[in-house]
């Protein structure tokens, strides 16, 4: 019996293709989240810091020029923290997209996958059962050889 081909293999390797390039997209993505988050958490932790430094300004003794700066030190913190807040967003909506987009690729690669290991199991049932038909005729072809030489 013929070796078994699969005839979607092409489409099969460049499914696995196509999926390993949306994990690496994905992957790049989760890299760019974490910078973002780490970005985001250290200007959030430097907002603190002058909040801080403002509250203690304000119990000590200092003139209101010195408290100005600081709110105004506040105030510029506070506006790139919320850009950074919402580069953090858009970036961890673009994870969020590529991973939709890598779970569709396994998707596709698995039904090809799927269907691949049916159609090879089928083909194995039927070799099973051709080689069976096969040492059958062979059993019958040496009875019928053994019945001729008695009889003869």
């Known amino acids: ?9 092409t489409v099969l390797s460049l499914r696995l293709r ?8 994905y992957s790049q993505s989760l890299q760019a989240r974490a910078r973002a988050e780490a970005k985001l958490l250290q200007e959030r932790t430097t907002l603190e810091e ?6 203690s300004a304000r119990a000590g003794v200092s003139n ?9 030190a ?10 950074c ?18 779970l569709a690729a396994r998707r596709r690669r698995e039904a090809l996958s799927r269907l691949k290991e ?3 199991h089928a083909w ?17 072809a040496r009875y019928g050889l053994c019945m001729r030489e008695v009889g003869a």
């Open 50 to 55: 002058y909040h801080t430094a403002l509250c």
């Open 1 to 9: 019996m013929k070796p078994f081909r699969y005839r979607l293999e």
């Open 124 to 140: 194995q049932i039927e070799a099973a059962r051709v080689e069976e038909v096969m040492i059958g005729d062979l059993i019958t």
């Open 85 to 102: 807040a919402a580069e953090f967003a858009v970036v961890e909506k673009m994870a969020n997209q590529q991973r939709e987009v890598m």
């Open 118 to 120: 049916r159609q090879q």
């Open 18 to 25: 196509e999926e390993d390039q949306a994990r690496e997209v």
């Open 64 to 72: 209101r020029q010195h408290q100005l700066l600081f709110l105004n």
């Open 74 to 83: 506040l105030k510029q913190q506070q506006g790139l923290c919320d850009r």
